[in-house]
């Protein structure tokens, strides 16, 4: 029981850490995040859908052009709704990215239609049996941490060994002087946001084979995500990877040993207090404020 | 000048009167239909409104009701949120003056509606949500009345089916945290109860859950040798997807959450051996009547070719046979007045309609319709709701 909770919330933890990843991303740019990523994830599931098992296209060439198109509405979304409320100092951009992705998962639901439908995978199909527990897992659920931790590291590498990385966290450490520098500002945090809303994308069409594609997938992952970003530490991409494996299995374990009609009163009970405990969450580290 | 002047005057008085005569004559009595139009829930909102249009079609082709009247269908969407049908019904009462509401698949949103209509006393037909408190309301006098499915009866329905097809009796809970479950966790209990046993476990989960193991390993180790499943298409779905990766063969015995959606598709080749209540099926046989609503779906909608198009089915069957003894009622009653319609609904004459024929179905203190006898168990097979007795 207690091996199958963990390989249960290994997937659904590493899920949770992919779009908590776009929260870290923008975050660490530009201070802001976009509140509607979980419609962003839905947007990568519904365009895979559609492009894979309405007009039949490959699947690689279908995953990739839903990836594109989050892309394009992470840029939609900071220069939409980001951009001008920070250039006039204010926070209104809360709401806006909230309104945004209302406005994205009425689209959809206008466009895509109101059911449930399921986006099939080999990887989701036959499930394996690990050892002689009798604990069965798609291999899709072991491809997903592997996917999680594979770009919370590339993302280390990028914001450490490259250029653009280099100028991203100049651009966080101090806008005006990467502006001196000759650091285009503007461009750095709209590729942030298109990141952003990439990884969401990713992360919807990982789950989509083991969920189901609707209009409404992402609210609830979003809020998780949400959670978890700050749990790890805003500005730590692997301290936000890890956060969500955490909260998973710490989901998993709770259902699966006190029983389900517990697990949210305490698990974001939990949150609360270790928020409490460590108001820069698990692996943050306090802000210096120049005064 | 005078001569026209007269002439417009006594033209004008007489195309007046002559419109209102007309007005008059024609003026239809309007039925309200409060659904989820829009949003995951939306198919069922279109089968109610296929249901009631047909029967309308059925009842104004035959010349209308009170002399002549015909009906007319209005619909609003409730997004199946409460505050939204409220507003709706509200629309419909006062602006739209409608004799009649009809309500939709969501227990919370009729659980809303309904002392609304107690209090300005116009009839309320629920042909789906299945909630018991809607028609077990309290109110006196009671306008709310039902043709469909009951949580307490279906879940008695559900312990005696289980018994008698898979004779088992260690029994497992599984269902969606949210009102329709919990009302369906007290009426399994209580039918567990009366027959002297008690559910080895009960499990919840959400509906977004991706991976339902968890609970499902803990109803496993407590021994459960047949499932009792509460739940939407989709979450329905992910029970059954996780079913399958732990690699657990269990019965399912099913309320009808499964039928609302493509379940074939989203839970899989194991969707077959979820078991689940329905209140009529279109295939095999068919009565007169089903064969008369059958060919009129055909020719009204042409994405219905046959009946495995007309789904889900008991959104079109509840509706159709609700509509009927609605219109019995107004006949009966000779107005469309909702006193009126009320206690006409306890004298009603025998109404043949889809699910049986209707031999006073309803007196004070019963405003449910149908009973265990009327149930119709189901599976999946291909796409497809059959009935168990034909595969």
Redesign the interface.
Known sequence: MLFSALISGLGLGSMYGLMALGFYLTYAVSGTVNFAQGSSMMLGAVVTFTFAQTFGWPVFISVLVALMLCAAYGLIVEIVAVRPFVKRGSDAWLMATVALGIVLDNVVMFTFGKEPRSLPSVLATTPIQLGSSGVGVYPLQLVIPVVGLLLAAALHFISRYTRWGTAMLAVTQNRDAAKLMGIPIQYTIAAAFAMSTMLAGVAGVLIAPLFNVNADMGTLFGLKAFAVAILGGIGSAWGVMLAGILFGIAESLITSSIGSGYTQIIMFTLVIIVLALKPNGLFGRAQVRKV | MNLIRRTLLSASIAISILGTNASIAAEPIKIGLVAAL??????SGAAISKGLAIAIDQINAAGGLLNGRKLELVRRDDESNPAKGVVAARELIFKEKVAVIFGGLDTPVSMAIVPLVNQEKIPFMGPWAAGTPITNNGANPNFVFRVSAVDEIVDQGMVDYAQKTFKTSKFGLILV?NPWGESNEKGLKAALAAKGLTAVGS????A?D??I???L??LK?AGADTLFLVGN??PS??VV?SL????WKVPIVSHWGPAG??FT??A?PNAKDVHFVQTYSFFGAQSPVGEKVVKALMAKYPEIKGPEDISPAVGVANAYDGMLLVAQAIAQAGSTEGDAIRRAFYQLDDVTGLIKKYSKPFKPGVHDALTKDDYVWARFIDNRILPVSLN
Do not use: C, I, Y
């Open positions: 829009s949003g995951q829930s939306a198919l945290n499990e919840k989960f959400e977004n991706v991976d193991v968890p609970q390993t803990r180790a298409v989709g779905a992910q997807k399958d990766r732990m690699g959606g493509r598709e989203l899989g």
